[in-house]
């Protein structure tokens, strides 16, 4: 009776949905619906992100301080809650960022590899 | 620094996430339908139908209750909300079993409440210190002496010799010299306790005084309330300083905590002083931790408001005699040893220059030891309260014994619930979180219960003990500390009694408890632990039984002594005479007044005073030389006296053994007389008749007046049941130049009867003369063996409540086995086994345990009950007939708990029970 296991597809994704969303959040304050149209907007409707991972991401996120939340207005007159990015989360995106571009880098070179080089 | 700001972050994010939950869930709520609405209407922009579109945005986000407990989960609110569903139901599951949770919680409560008071009595009596400015650093001085001490008498206000001190007390003059010369290594003070009569506010009543000198405030470093301190200024010459620092007791009392009280004046004794200041609350003097004087003046006032008996009023320019209480602080850096060898020396020097030393006199040696807790160390108590905290530790770890058997009972029942709650996939630690929160919810309810059992029961103890501390009350406070010290005991408790059940209940296994034959599979197991439990509980109660037989007996053993006087009907008085200026000649007069207005009182048999009441851990001595020893002045021996009245005799009804008691023919006039015990014939008199010998007290010079020997009575106690009794001399008041202080009276009715009549007749001799402390001797007799009395009733107490679990152990265990067992017995009784057979199988089985257990309580109390030698009388440590008793006792007991179960067993009906699974 285990519970049901995860979709495996999106897990690459998964490890990385946080800083997408303080990428995304970096470009402007949003609600949560508007977090999940930018990326799906920059990535060129590429990449499907899980709604539901979406709202507990946020929630861990502003739990530790990356992002902050207030109420307002959204674009079709509804109260929406806006998530924008904070002085501590600027530095974890850029950190974060430093590191996924060394790694995406280093994986880069090993998927280069070819046989003669060995 | 990143991660503190994050964990700031955390916090701040989780605090106030509790605190507005319902704000926070409406948000959720409000976050998601938003989400939905909008994923709708874009949904339906790309042509979808509304329900459609509305069916596929709910598919996408997928379960919202899944969603809403991750983001709770992201908050940090998990746990704390699985702790409350935890808590919830362990509530739920102690409701639906009242007599259990009833019985768990009622053990524990007793068990916590009697720890929670014997801590806080032995807290305060023990460890708290006085409330002045660092009281690690101060010491209490005293000194010892090998030989015969340059002292003519010394007082002391507490069981010196339990730290190895002959005396804690000085003179002054001895004083001044002593902290002059040890100026460099600490700064003495001194100061004395004094209880005297006093108007305050016009009321006259006994103030409780302590003398102290100029320096005391500056060296305690304590800051008055309201005023001024006493200062060095006030202590000058005998008889000036007249002046006053009230307790903030009195303050409180007498005054309503008004500032207007400075300036003010309280009348002691022949003195006026002023109010010049009030003390802080948390200073009670430098004797005791828990109770203050009324009035702090300074020393040079003691002519006037102590004055002593006789010609002489003043003790300040005395050296020979020592009165005064020496504390010191010591200063920063100087050792121990560097401090003792110092103030030996300044003391050898002080007792050089101020005092006589003969050949024959040593020069007392200085001890110190910690002033922190004043005068008042209690060391008499440390043994019991050590005792007492033990054994009702003994009885906490009892009842957790006991309430885990009945948990692991329960948790033999609910095998089943925990299979099921494994197979649904429950975690084996959420298992052993939920079990956890049970056994620590049913000890906050014991832990409840024994706050408040312990808040009631605080001053029990001591009020029991206020006869043995030699202080009328103590009100024990209840802080922080005891709460902390409750807290605990709950925590660990619940930990001892719940982790071991939790741990067996979280460790079932799914597949076998499921199948029918779960029961029968694993009962082995079970049945172990469940005996060793009971074996432990017999053996925990062996131990608490061992210890109320010894303490039962030696309260026994000292109730059936003869203290070779006739203890009923016989009333205690303490007269307080007035203190005025009169003659000899007067006060006899007056005390002879006293004597027929006594006799007078209806129901009186007859009346006499005396110096020092029996059996009231009081004592007087006098250095006594005899005729025939005089010649060698070294032979003097201190001896216990007793100053009587004429009729003391008949009135404590000591016989005379040989010569005559005190007659109306000896009067102040006539020859000196005395009459002394067979012990004194014997010791100082040997192989001669005592009487028509002469004797006296002090040094013999060229004017003594002998004191003719004319008779020898019985022996009697003295001061405790205890001790042998001890030789002893009696002198007549009426030859005597020495105050009334104890009246004794033997009465035809019973002796508290005659107490109104008493107070009329003294209001007649004189209105002035109080009657203090009225008591009958057997009173006082309970009263100074209330250690002895309050060790024999807790530890029965506590004995008793130990049989009652050991029976509910072994009741419970049995009752079990037999429930589990029924199909075996019936296939027993089949066969062609015998009722009585049945039986005795069970019988035998709760005696193995009870027995296995009794070996080890028996092997335990034998190497644990020496440690409370000290404190029995007239049996020993290993006392047989206590052993011997207790053993049938928990054998008793055990055959009576199994005898219920076993009737069942043997009642059962073959068939029955065979059909049964």
Known sequence: ?118 | MRFFTRKTAELKSWLGAMTHRRKLEAEMEAELALHLESRTEDLMRSGLAPAEAARQARVELGPALKHKEEMRASLGLRWFDEFGADLRYAARMLRKSPGFTLTAALSLALAIGANTAIFSVAKEILYDRLGVAEPRQLRLLGWTSKGKPPVGSWWSAFNANSVGMTSECISYPVFRELAARSRQVIDLFAFKDFTQNGTVRGNPQRLDLELVTGNYYGVLGVRPQVGRTIQPSDDGAPGTGAVAVISYGLWQREFGGSPTVLGQTIQVERATLTIVGVNPRSFSGAAAVDQSPDIFAPLSMQPLVAPMGGKEPSLLSVTDNWWLEVMGRAKPGVSAEALRASLDVALASAVRGLLTVTADETIPQIVVVDGSRGLHQEYFLKAPLAVLQAMVGLVLLLSCVNVANLMLARGAQRQREMSVRLALGAARNRLLRLLLTESLLLAALGGAGGLALGYIGRNGLPALLAGTMGRQSIDIRFDWAAFAFVALLTILAGLAFGLAPAWSAARSEVSSSLKESAQTATRRRKGLSGKMLVGFQVALSTLLVVAAGLFARTLIGLNSIDPGFKTDHLLLVDLALPNRDESDGERLAMQHRIDEAIAAVPGVRSGAAMSTPYLAGMMTTYSMVTEAESADPSKANSERGVMAGDRFFETLGIPIMAGRGFGPQDTATSLKVGVINQALARERFPNENPIGKRFTLGAPGKDTQWIQVIGVCGDTSYQSLRETPPPQFFLLYAQRPQPYSTYAIRTQVKPEAITPALRKAMLKVDPAIALLNVRTQRQQIAETMSMEFVLAWLTAGFGFLALALACIGIYGLMAYSVARRTNEIGIRLALGAQRAQVRGMILRESTWITAAGLIAGVAGALALMRLVKSMLYGITPYDPVTLTGAVLLLLGVALVASWVPARRAASVQPMEALRHE
């Open chain 1, 1 to 118: 009776m285990t519970p049901p296991k995860q979709d495996k597809t999106n897990d690459v994704l998964q490890g990385t949905l946080d800083l997408l969303i303080l990428k995304a959040v970096s470009l402007g304050p949003l609600h949560g619906y508007g977090v999940l149209l930018r990326i799906q907007q920059i990535s060129g409707e590429e990449l499907v992100i899980q709604q539901g991972s979406l709202y507990p991401a946020l929630y861990r996120l502003e739990h530790q301080g990356a992002i902050a939340s207030e109420w307002g207005e959204s674009e079709n007159n509804r109260r929406a809650k806006y998530y924008r990015l904070t002085k501590a989360g600027r530095a974890r995106l850029n950190e974060e960022t430093e590191k996924w571009r060394r790694m995406a880098g280093i994986i880069n070179v090993i998927l280069r590899a070819t046989p003669e080089e060995m």
